[in-house]
């Protein structure tokens, strides 16, 4: 479908387009962020976007793990110490 879209398709554009996807909240915001890339604006790369979006899983709400914080990685190297060796005497 990228080829009605674009014409032409390409493997690297269409992996740049499915992380924008995951990435944007909505249909609207992934149309939007493909306006910004020079995508043209009309009825086929509105409707590539809905179909795009609707087609990647999304995760639940509190269902996925976060992502660590600086302050998180901080804490956790805190309980690290290095190790001696046997050399040492």
Request: glycine share 8%; aromatic share 6%.
């Amino acid at each position: 479908q990228l080829h009605a879209v674009l014409g032409y398709s390409e493997s690297t554009l269409a992996q740049y387009l499915i992380a924008v996807a995951a990435k944007s909240g909505s249909a609207a915001a992934l149309h939007a962020q493909m306006l910004q890339s020079d995508i043209p604006d009309n009825d086929v790369s509105r409707q590539f976007a809905q179909e795009l979006f609707a087609r990647l899983p999304r995760q639940k709400k509190g269902g996925g793990r976060r992502q660590p914080t600086q302050a998180d990685m901080v804490r956790d190297s805190a309980r690290y110490a290095l190790v001696g060796s046997d050399d040492e005497g």
